[in-house]
């Protein structure tokens, strides 16, 4: 089997500012999918990749918080939600969609997820601490939210200029 490693969307991507759609059925192209946008968010390295940050505007994210190590434990859900949150922690955080640029952003300390895995089974996943943080940071990818959207104005206004100019010299 191949693996294919998929090109990272960045600010200012036009589909990293737009809600994904609901996958209707789990068939093998979104299984090919979901493996493939784990093989790349391994490579990238990053610990979170949302399906509209490889250019595919569906709800599916895949999460590892602990890629490297026997900790490694690979989440992938299929139209994700949050059903609960409770409790705030501000964190340091950065994406593969926004390089080389991280702030601090306020979060729900405790969430509770809800989704589907690839068999279709509903799963919940009650999520505290990095993995609370990174399951909401990839359901913001798929509503269209990027991380700069929820910095203050002048801060993001700032980003957002600064990443304009860099992809232009790109």
């Known amino acids: 089997q ?6 990272i969307c960045t600010y200012p991507e036009k589909v990293l500012s737009q809600p ?6 789990i068939d093998e192209d979104v299984i090919k999918l979901a493996d493939h946008m784990a093989e790349t968010m391994y490579n990238a390295p990053g610990i979170g990749l949302a399906a509209n940050q490889v250019g595919v505007a ?3 994210l895949v999460a590892d918080i602990a890629p490297r190590g026997p900790e490694s434990e690979l989440i992938v859900l299929v139209n994700p939600e949050i059903v609960a949150a409770e409790g705030e922690v501000i964190i340091e955080e950065g994406c593969l969609s926004v390089p080389e640029y991280q702030a601090e952003v306020k979060r729900y300390e405790k969430i ?10 509903e799963v919940e996943i009650e999520a505290e601490g990095l993995l609370a943080v990174v399951l909401q940071h990839e359901i913001d ?3 269209g939210i990027l991380f700069i959207d929820r910095l203050s ?5 700032l980003v957002k200029r600064r ?4 992809k232009t010299k790109e």
């Not at 509770?112 to 089974?121: A, P, Y």
């Not at 990443?163 to 860099?166: A, P, S």
């Open 2 to 7: 191949t693996v294919t490693i998929f090109h």
């Open 20 to 25: 994904a759609e609901p996958i209707t059925s």
């Open 58 to 60: 569906k709800r599916l």
């Open 112 to 121: 509770t997820v809800r989704g589907l895995d690839l068999n279709g089974e």
């Open 141 to 143: 990818h798929l509503n």
């Open 153 to 157: 104005k002048l801060k993001r206004d």
């Open 163 to 166: 990443l304009r100019k860099k």
